[in-house]
């Protein structure tokens, strides 16, 4: 590629009927008129990750879901790898994780149980049905129900095949900024064999060679195994959730404190790392980050952003403030997730990687 290539631009959480995220990225210049998603000439685009499971739960409402977020990473792996990239999310390696022996029927089977006990009018006895179906490959009917909904058989094939083909990454590396799903901290940085100080790109390389030995370990081999990879992501089952750096987000904690599962501290963020992360909406944060954050209300849509410096925690609505003007061994998270599904198309913000800020809506 030629070294001018054009600015990145970063989309949140495309979990959404692909109508919405097709007028998203139009109003912002990035694809073609046409109900097609095909990019314009010169423009790049990144997907955060995760990009099924959405839709509520009535049958409708989770078959369109299924279909678009299967059309969606369908379309957006069509195009080159340079000018799309696309990161992994908590629910793409569910279909290769929790659901990986899964098939349709055995889903829908399991999804009638699920709903009858977490919708409330079932009974333990559907609980226990529940998990003699699933052999205890699933953490709960929650799970089921809710946070895995959209699930079909052809969905995992291609998570699957886009592994193989080495085009579904865990993170990306551009313009100072390391990209993933929902960031690293220290410890992760430490399972990896890296110094805390590591540059955005050594970071990116080290997680996705990591990512591919998983693969390459859990499945290129016969039989498959639910996709784990070490020391940064582990697949729920029938003891209990999922955890590692696809699924956790910032909470307030005390100094020295127990820091809940799926959760860390943000003074845990490697010194001088600019992240740029999905996975978690302004809601989640406003209300995980207590006394650390200023905004008391969510804003649909928005870019926010974290940053860590001495042992102070700001969160903020808006782009970060320049390099310049934070000391070098500031921690900056930039949050990225605007709620797509419940957002209004003009109010949806994407992040430019070259300016640090927000991508602007087409005129």
Partial sequence: MSAKRSSLIAMGDPQ???????DILRRHGLVRPGKRLRLRSGARLLSIGDHFDWGGSTAEARADAAKDGEALLRALSAHDADDVILLVGNHDLARVGELLDVTDDTFAALQILADMHYYGA?????????FRLSAQSLPSTEIVARDLSTYRASQQALVLRLLLKRRLRLAHAEDGLLYSHAGVTRKHLWSLGLDEVAPPDEVAAA??????????????????RPLVVVGLHRPGDGIGEGDGCLYHRPTYVEADAWV???RFDPRTLPRGLWQVIGHVRDKRCVEALGRWSV???????AIRHLV?????????HGPPPPRQTLPPHASVMIFIDGAM???????YELFDSRRADVARVAA
Avoid: I
Wanted: glycine share 6%.
């Fill in 207 to 224: 997680l996705n060679a990591r990512l591919d030995e998983a693969v390459s370990a859990c499945l290129r081999r016969r039989p498959r």
């Fill in 295 to 301: 905004p008391k209300e969510q804003a649909l849509g």
């Fill in 122 to 130: 079932g009974s333990v006895d559907d609980e226990a049905a529940f």
């Fill in 260 to 262: 809940e599962p799926r």
């Fill in 341 to 347: 599904g419940a957002c209004p198309p003009e109010r």
């Fill in 308 to 316: 860590s410096v001495d042992g102070d925690v700001v969160y903020r």
């Fill in 16 to 22: 959404a009927p692909l109508s919405r995220v097709t």
